[in-house]
């Protein structure tokens, strides 16, 4: 049995083991392949006559399954799955899994870093004593932007799924109250610190909002001019989740004119960011390169899945399809 993961760096730059997919199988690993189809081409030449690939990032599209004639099976190495063409998979007959959960603290914790650092700039502040700015000080303390303290304060979560969730667990430790909006709710989550809402309320009543929706053609964009318009003016805006939710011009403005105090993403709307995106310009943002899923211990948990996905599949018993 031949196994490629065609896109295989980003979960295992060499501190992670394939040997348990070696195991099952002929593994070929490739640190990167195409990630549009402008590598066709490349793509179809990797896959060649495998039963088995792996895929992160590479799209894997009816043409390329069209010419993949031994293919049976395709192991996404991520929650989201919109680089298979799921509907073409299931005409063929080729089972589609994804890797659900496997990143839920890492997420969660990221999305504090970076609150945390909108609240208090940490890395600027030690910046500034490393120059001997507190040195010259005559206060026993200085700081040069506002500190904000989290307790009382609400933060708004759109998608309160397992990641959402853990966010607001986290939230309600630091004292703060919860929005949540998701299309499906679990009441049995409420409590006077939490509570469902429809998104103008979120938008309206949130000090701090959070995305961790996924991305359908009904999120793309929620997050744009008449969205942040209904936001508390200095309100913090925060995704940790997919780039494209964002219209990136109208966060850019809301920034710029300080309609927002602040916002910190850790995905942009093309990856890696391009050198024209306007939130490289604009005020008081934090990007960080997609890392909140990437912690050992996290990409770990995404091996240990994405290996036992195959081998339920091989036992006729599969688990996490996307494509039924």
Known sequence: MKIVVLDGYTLNPGDLSWGDLERIGSLKVYDRTAYDLSGLNMIIDRIGDAEIIFTNKT?????????????????????????????AAKEKGITVTNIPAYGTAAVAQLTFALLLELC???WHHSEEVMKGKWTDKQDFCFWDYPLIELSGKTMGIIGFGKIGQAVGQIAQAFGMKVLAYDAHQNKSLESTMLKYVELDELLGQSDVISLHCPLFDSTKGI???????????KAMFLNTSRGPLIVEEDLAEALNSGKLAGAAVDVVSQE???ADNPLLKAKNIII?????WAPIESRKRLMDIAVNNLAKFLAKD?????SQ
Do not use: C, S, W
């Not at 599209?61 to 298979?84: H, P, S, W």
């Not at 960080?288 to 909140?292: E, G, N, Q």
């Open 288 to 292: 960080t390169p997609h890392i909140a």
């Open 223 to 233: 997050i744009n001019k008449n969205a942040i318009a209904k936001m508390k003016d």
């Open 272 to 274: 890696p960011i391009k």
């Open 120 to 122: 208090h700039h940490v």
């Open 318 to 322: 599969p688990v996490n399809v996307v």
């Open 59 to 87: 799209p894997i599209t009816r043409e390329i399954m069209d010419k993949a004639q031994n293919l049976k099976y395709i192991g996404v190495l991520a929650t989201g799955f919109n680089v298979v063409d799921v509907v």
